[in-house]
T-cell receptor, first 115, second 109 residues
Framework: NAGVMQNPRHLVRRRGQEARLRCSPMKGHSHVYWYRQLPEEGLKFMVYLQKENIIDESGMPKERFSAEFPKEGPSILRIQQVVRGDSAAYFC?????????????FGDGTRLSIL | AQRVTQPEKLLSVFKGAPVELKCNYSYSGSPELFWYVQYSRQRLQLLLRHISRESIKGFTADLNKGETSFHLKKPFAQEEDSAMYYCALFSGSARQLTFGSGTQLTVLP
């Protein structure tokens, strides 16, 4: 089992461009979580998805950010019209189901840099 | 709203010395707490969780509801313990992990 796979590992965008971050959960996991880590800070929850459904997006900015987890393929975190403040590390985690007995497994993250 | 506080950003101890990484939480419900560790150039991984009451790599953590703390302890630190440690709280209602800001532990030879 390759674990949670995120790509790209590093992404550079200019202000105003779009950024697409991908996350393939562990095999057998149907729950995906996205977290953002700003410099010098801890991970902050953004969104929780199951296949084809957004369950909780309370941590995601209302504008420019969107997430999906289609029936086939990876989960995508999309940031439109990026700004300097979007520079951060974005981590994806997955679990087989919800619950404390099912710890979340993390990917290596995508480091997004905005020029 | 839930909150996790790790008051120490950096912590250095000598090899063989005891180490304690502090974690305090704020949560109105029944907390489920975890410690995650990130070694250099590796991904974040689960170290231990309070419901298991286990010891991993010599580390233990006890949930103290009276003090709302979940401090991570190890009696004799090793150089390979040097890493970033995050305390996290699982909110069953919100179904998300709330992380502290992390403590960078350095174990000196």
């Amino acid at each position: 089992n390759a674990g949670v796979m995120q790509n790209p590992r590093h992404l550079v965008r200019r202000r105003g461009q779009e950024a697409r971050l991908r996350c393939s959960p562990m095999k057998g996991h149907s729950h995906v979580y996205w977290y953002r880590q700003l410099p010098e800070e801890g991970l902050k929850f953004m969104v929780y998805l199951q296949k084809e459904n957004i369950i909780d997006e309370s941590g995601m900015p209302k504008e420019r950010f969107s997430a999906e987890f289609p029936k086939e393929g990876p989960s995508i975190l999309r940031i439109q019209q990026v700004v300097r403040g979007d520079s951060a590390a974005y981590f994806c985690a997955s679990s087989p189901q919800v619950g404390v007995a099912q710890p979340q497994h993390f990917g290596d993250g995508t480091r997004l840099s905005i020029l | 709203a839930q909150r996790v506080t790790q008051p120490e950003k950096l912590l250095s101890v000598f090899k063989g010395a005891p180490v304690e990484l502090k974690c305090n939480y704020s949560y109105s419900g029944s907390p489920e707490l975890f410690w995650y560790v990130q070694y250099s150039r590796q991904r974040l991984q689960l170290l231990l969780r309070h419901i298991s009451r286990e010891s991993i790599k010599g580390f233990t953590a006890d949930l103290n509801k009276g003090e709302t703390s979940f401090h991570l302890k190890k009696p004799f630190a090793q150089e390979e313990d040097s890493a970033m440690y995050y305390c996290a709280l699982f909110s069953g209602s919100a179904r998300q992990l709330t992380f502290g800001s992390g403590t960078q532990l350095t174990v000196l030879p």
